[in-house]
């Protein structure tokens, strides 16, 4: 595999067989796995796992010290707060063989997952989802919602630009930071303008 499309630090150990897009930067002690597959852009920050058969979108941010196993899938633009966790198994077992019941997580794109957080396999982070700090996810998130605490529960709504939305009595909302509007219909949020 050629390193000419990407920087990979000279700690870290990129396994043959896996897929590492150009312009991403693979920085001290982490490991890429053979079959797993990064996009354009990222940055793995250090110490950083990355097991066979996991997908990166294209602009992943994974900060210092996260492992990501096999089953979870992140869409573009996801960021990774720093020690956060994913799961593959509901009920590991040391001396239980369970790699046949790997569980599927996905992330969708433009979510955040904030430090130190945990996310319990077999969920969806729906698009633009913000995970608080330390928050346990235990169930799937919706799109564009603020979830935080153990179990994670959702207390509003975040913008594409990371931002708190407040919705008014029509279901309106405006992002302070970039000025979009947003809608709150039948439970969802979605972006209009």
């Known amino acids: 595999m050629s390193e000419s499309h990407f920087y990979a630090h000279p700690t870290a150990v990129i396994d043959e067989g896996c897929e590492i897009g150009e312009g991403s930067h693979i920085w001290h002690f982490c490991h890429i796995m053979p ?9 793995l920050g250090q110490n950083v796992f990355v097991a066979g ?37 509901l009920n590991p077992r040391s001396a239980v063989e369970r790699k046949s019941e790997y569980r599927r997580t996905r992330v969708g794109r433009g979510a955040s997952i904030g430090a130190n957080a945990t996310i319990v396999c077999g969920y969806d982070i729906g698009e633009f989802a913000f995970i608080g700090a330390g928050a346990v996810v235990t169930k799937d998130v919706l799109p ?26 029509s279901g309106q909302a405006i992002c302070p930071g970039s000025g979009e509007r ?6 969802r949020v979605r972006k209009i303008s």
């Open 35 to 43: 079959g797993a597959r990064i996009g354009r852009n990222c940055i």
């Open 53 to 89: 058969g996991v997908v990166l979108g294209n602009n992943v941010k994974v900060q210092n010290n996260v492992s990501i196993y096999a089953g979870v899938e992140c869409a573009d633009d996801v960021f990774l707060g720093p020690s956060m966790v994913f799961t593959n198994v």
């Open 144 to 169: 564009y919602a603020l979830v935080v605490g153990n179990p994670a529960r959702q207390i509003g709504w975040m913008s594409e630009y990371g931002e708190r939305l407040h919705f008014d009595d």
């Open 182 to 187: 947003y809608e709150l219909r039948h439970g």
